[in-house]
């Protein structure tokens, strides 16, 4: 019988393995999708690839999993970070879950000049990031790092990483630019609702690794700007071609 229902857990998966449920766990497949014994999940941990599974018990507080076998293997994203300033909540957790969607590896929350967003609650936009694995196929999900300030993170920024600059201020398309570029590890920098600063600006235009990139002739909404410069990159460089 296929399974429907995807379950990202905490817990390692292999030939035989049970998985205790926590107690939201079982409420969502027990309570909410109505499963009982016998019923079969699709289990994945980001680590061991994706499993299908078998409710071995099944209680109103809790319950267990057993693994029958491997259904795919983990597929890991490209490397790949979305560093982003977090506009409003609503919008946030769209951009967080459009990233993990369409293969970010790791999810970076920054806090620049014009950043209006005091702060993130990395929790909720995790939970975001693993709904969307859920939801789109998965076997990984990217880790939603806390917020960094912008200086801090290009302070002890690892060089051989290179950055895909969304600058609105470019008038000249600077589309074609990922061609011949070098699959390396690779960032997206999308600003906030005010746009980076100059300060900014002149900052990422002065780094080696940072090519400025104009996502066309119209200023995009941060959360539009962030899904265009993943399509882009993914299509040129990613694991969509
Ligand atoms: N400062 C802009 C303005 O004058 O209205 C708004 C910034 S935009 C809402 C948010 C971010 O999306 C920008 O900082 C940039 O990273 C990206 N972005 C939006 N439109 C872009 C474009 N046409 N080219 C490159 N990046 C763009």
Redesign the pocket.
């Known amino acids: 019988m296929d399974a429907k229902i995807r379950l990202y857990v905490e817990h390692p998966l292999g030939d035989g393995q049970t998985v205790p449920l926590d107690r939201g766990q079982a409420n969502y497949l027990f309570n909410v999708m109505r499963l009982a014994a016998g019923a079969q999940v699709l289990l994945f941990n980001g680590q061991d690839g994706e499993w299908q599974a078998e409710v071995s018990q099944a209680g109103k507080r809790g319950g267990e999993l057993t693994c029958l076998e491997q259904t795919k293997p983990l597929q890991m994203p490209p490397d790949l970070w979305l560093c982003f300033a977090p506009i409003k909540k609503a919008r946030t957790d769209f951009i967080v879950e459009k990233a993990a969607e369409m293969g970010a590896a790791r999810i970076v929350p920054m806090q620049t000049d014009f950043t209006n967003a005091g702060r993130v609650q990395r929790d909720r936009l995790q939970a975001h990031a693993v709904e969307a694995a859920e939801q789109c196929g998965g076997t990984y999900v990217p880790e939603v790092a806390e917020m960094q300030r912008f200086d801090k993170l290009l302070g002890n920024w690892d060089l051989s990483r290179r950055i895909m600059f969304?600058?609105?201020a470019?008038t000249s398309s600077a589309s074609g630019f990922l061609k011949g570029q070098v699959s390396a590890p690779w960032a997206i920098?999308?600003?906030?609702?005010?746009?980076?600063s100059e300060r900014e600006r002149d900052k990422l235009r002065a780094m080696a690794c940072a090519t400025s990139?104009?996502?066309?002739?119209?200023?995009?909404?941060?959360d539009t700007?962030a899904v265009a410069a993943m399509t882009l990159w993914q299509q040129a460089l990613g694991d969509w071609s």
Request: proline share 9%; aromatic share 8%; glycine share 18%.
């Open positions: 969304c600058d609105e470019l920098f999308i600003g906030p609702e005010g746009g980076f990139v104009s996502l066309g002739p119209r200023i995009l909404r941060a700007a």
